[in-house]
Nanobody
Framework: QMQLVESGGGLVQPGDSLRLSCAAS????????MGWFRQAPGKEREFVGA????????NYATSVKDRFTISRDNAKNTVYLQMNSLKPEDTAVYYCAADTNDRVSSSLGRFEYWGQGTQVTVSL
């Protein structure tokens, strides 16, 4: 069983930056592609971005492209989500997830393991 623990969430103002981290344990981290998803109150969970096992391939939702960046450090078993120019509509619980296949899928169903999430609130 793979465990994923997100951290780094908080309350920020519009235009601020925040970096989320997701620490993995239990399995060989470099064997998994990783993804970030988010869920706002009353809305379905949605894709934010994904990164391949090596980190060479990424995929982003249109709403965050050019503002958010996914990276990973396989030596530290950690994936990151750098979020810049945050907007109130970015407010959500952010989840990381692991995919045993090396793809940068946007589909929730392709990810086998999920963290518990970290809250990000963007407000004045």
């Amino acid at each position: 069983q793979m465990q994923l623990v997100e951290s780094g969430g908080g309350l920020v103002q519009p235009g601020d930056s925040l970096r989320l981290s997701c620490a993995a344990s239990g399995h060989t981290f470099s064997s998994y592609a990783m993804g970030w998803f988010r869920q706002a109150p009353g809305k379905e969970r949605e894709f934010v971005g994904a990164i391949s096992r090596s980190g060479f391939r990424t995929n982003y939702a249109t709403s965050v492209k050019d503002r958010f960046t996914i990276s990973r450090d396989n030596a530290k078993n950690t994936v990151y989500l750098q979020m810049n120019s945050l907007k109130p509509e970015d407010t959500a619980v952010y989840y990381c997830a692991a995919d045993t296949n090396d793809r940068v899928s946007s589909s929730l169903g392709r990810f086998e393991y999920w963290g518990q999430g970290t809250q990000v609130t963007v407000s004045l």
